[in-house]
């Protein structure tokens, strides 16, 4: 009779990839409470000019998660941002219409005070100690605005928008070496879209005027993902022609669109079937990525660009939008994300969760005070414990199969225990991430390493909640958190018990 103990096996060996460390970041954009509201508090509560304040224990809190990156001002945001409205005295900046997100009314956010310029961004980025990644104005902004604010974030203090820099507190040149160009430009929904040829011809017209103020800088163009249309990609990459080194695809599960049928789903299959679909939808963000990859070698075989996924997260409700209510077995789906991400990690050297603070956020502020989510804690033990090399690791172990759950197609064979291994470019630490889908059960399993041999203590953090409906909130932002301890190697190997419904990260030394 077959053996049907689950087991996982490691060969240190095999190096299957490396994983870019990009893959752990973040967005914010000028949309309902993201920035004014959320990252910034305002010191004259109800008055749309503030002052405006960083929440300087929120950025405490954000560091923990290690950021590598953050993208910012937009999203469809963006493609109505006019820069030099951000730059310059506070007093002098203009208050205006959102130009993208006051359509939506005065939830997604209707006047635009623009406190939050390019200085105020900077600032946030080396608080965090991150990369910045700026997408520029594609959609109502021309190549030559676009080639001056490359100008004023990366130029010397001697060139006309350097030297307005220089002017307005700031001499060194930021060297901003992420710049994207153009959001979703696929969709009617956005300011300016086109057709994927018309977009080739302009991306081109914007890298090549932005290259002449900048020859190193990284460009994201904009791609889709099969869902939202099946030509783009390949168009954008054929007709396209200054180079792409990044193409950006957002992928929202179960989607905004499919609100209706999402609470439909809930009513007719309850909460255990919402979980089901939930937990196994980082398996669609991965077939959906591997179209794109798909769509990148048939143009360019092993060569072509990366993909950005720079946006990324669960997303049905409207309500998400201001303050959204993530539960465990909302962090679960975030840590099958970034196994789905190690498993592409060829191709995939960017992401970026939408988005930071309020707005579908890893974080929720409000008043003076804020808190951690359920899914601000993945990122923590994903981005902290991640090394660089992926290596081999061979699962065996029991499956369910889950409904459909608006743009999560329903699926027969989902298993219950998903894994990723990862070791240091020294060879001296070896991480092993577990995730296990089963909300009833633990799961008892045998763990073997080939080409490793551990030693001394074992570091063991859980990711887990008393149930998979638990939710955060103010002043009990613990519930679903990570619990952290040591064992001995012997009490790990050759079999370990996985909580249900948790993920937990095994740190080997040699
Ligand atoms: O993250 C919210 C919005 O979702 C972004 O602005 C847009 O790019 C996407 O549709
Ligand atoms: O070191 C990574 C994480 O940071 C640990 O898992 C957690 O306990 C801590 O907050």
Known sequence: MQDLTPSIEID?????????ERIYGHFVENMARSLYGGILENEKPGRI?????????????????KPTVVRWPGGLYADGYNWRDGIGPMDSR??????????????????????????????????????PYINVNFGTGTASEASCWVEYMNGSKDTIEGARRAEYGREEPWNVPIWGIGNEMYGFWSLGNLKAREYADKYSEFACEMMQKDENLEFVAVGSDHYFNKTWNKDVLLHAKEKIDLLSIHIYLPGSERAPEVIASRLIRGSAGIYKAIVAAPLEIERRLKECVEDIGSVFGEEGPAIALDEWNLWWLPQQLL?????????????GVFHALHRLSKRVKMANIAQMVNVLGVMVAAGGRFYRTSIYYPFVMYANLTEKKRVRVDVRCGSFSSPRLGGVPPMKIVPYLDCSATLSEDGGSLSLFVINRNAEEDIETEVGIKGFEPRGDVGIHCLDAPDVDSVNYFGRDELVSIKSFNLDAGEVLPK??????????????K
């Not at 240190?12 to 870019?20: L, S």
């Not at 000019?49 to 998660?65: C, I, S, T």
């Not at 993208?100 to 009314?105: D, I, L, Q, V």
């Not at 303050?323 to 840590?335: E, Y």
Request: glycine fraction near 6%; charge should be positive; include cysteine.
């Open 496 to 509: 370990y018990r996985f909580p249900a419904h948790s993920a937990t990260a095994i740190v080997f030394q």
């Open 323 to 335: 303050a959204p209510r993530w539960s465990l077995r909302d962090a679960l789906f975030v840590c």
């Open 12 to 20: 240190a060996g095999i190096i299957e990839g490396e994983i870019d």
């Open 49 to 65: 000019n503030g002052p405006w304040k960083l929440r300087e224990d929120l950025v405490l809190a954000a560091k923990k998660m």
């Open 94 to 131: 203009p208050l205006r219409i959102n130009r993208y997100w006051s359509r939506y009314g005065p939830f997604t956010r209707v006047l635009d005070p623009h406190h939050f310029g390019s200085h105020e961004y900077m600032e946030f980025v080396d608080k965090l100690g991150t990369c």
